[in-house]
């Protein structure tokens, strides 16, 4: 089944402790992107990646890194969390536009609070 | 800053066609039209997409003006189902390069009425 599969799905954590967020999708997508969602902001892009070793920032990044080492996985990470990192996040794949469709594909949300 | 403009929300009675609009003024011409909508807080799920002809799948139409300033996206008849908030985007053609920074804005909340 086609899928982007993100763990974990419910964290709690305090201020300050590293954590990863992992995404990983079934579809040999190049594309990829970190999306966070907060009470009244809509969805914001944090980071995304055109491909392998390719990584941008979206429009807040500040706080967040990621990497792409292979093309299944694009993890977001949290070298030290504060309280306004307390968010819904969202992975999302596709493949490009234009030989496909674009359809970006979703995974359940990580429900982050940081203590 | 979004490159969309949606209304915050809107409402629609049970049965009846619901016509979400979208503008998206600055859109260049070799950007895409997409919507997607959100249930709870589930994932958003993808729903239509088009560049400059009308679109029809089986979950939507999509109609973008000639100009393609403006969309509207319409569910012929919307279900109790449908209550989601909507979200236009634009995105580039990938093989023009350039960046696939999306903005997805705060979208459109639809209550669909019994």
């Known amino acids: 089944e086609a899928q982007v599969t993100q763990n974990p799905r419910y964290l709690i954590t305090v201020t300050g402790k590293k954590l990863t967020v992992t995404c990983s999708q079934n579809?040999?997508?190049?594309?990829m992107s970190w999306y966070r969602q907060d009470p009244g902001l809509g969805l914001r892009q944090i980071y995304y990646s055109m491909n392998v070793e390719v990584t941008d920032k979206g429009d807040v990044p500040e706080g967040y890194k990621v990497s792409r080492k292979e093309k299944r996985n694009f993890p977001l990470i949290l070298e030290s969390p504060s309280p306004n990192q307390t968010s819904l996040y969202f992975c999302?794949?596709?493949?490009?536009?234009?030989?496909?469709?674009?359809?970006?594909?979703f995974g359940e949300g990580s429900r982050l609070t940081v203590l | 800053d979004a490159k969309t403009t949606q209304p915050p929300s809107m409402d629609c009675a049970e049965g009846r066609a619901a016509n979400l609009p979208c503008n998206h003024s600055t859109i260049s011409g070799n950007e895409y039209v997409y919507w997607y909508r959100q249930i709870h807080s589930q994932g958003p799920q993808y729903i239509i997409h088009g560049l400059k002809n009308n679109e029809t799948n089986e979950m939507a139409s999509l109609i973008i003006t000639e100009d393609r300033k403006s969309s509207t996206l319409i569910l012929p008849h919307a279900t109790l189902r449908d209550t989601a908030v909507y979200y236009c985007?634009?995105?580039?053609?990938?093989?023009?390069?350039?960046?696939?920074?999306?903005?997805f804005g705060k979208g459109t909340k639809l209550t669909v009425n019994p």
């Open positions: 999302a794949s596709s493949f490009p536009t234009g030989e496909n469709t674009g359809e970006l594909f």
């Open positions: 579809m040999n997508h190049e594309y």
């Open positions: 985007i634009v995105r580039m053609l990938s093989t023009q390069g350039g960046s696939e920074k999306l903005v």
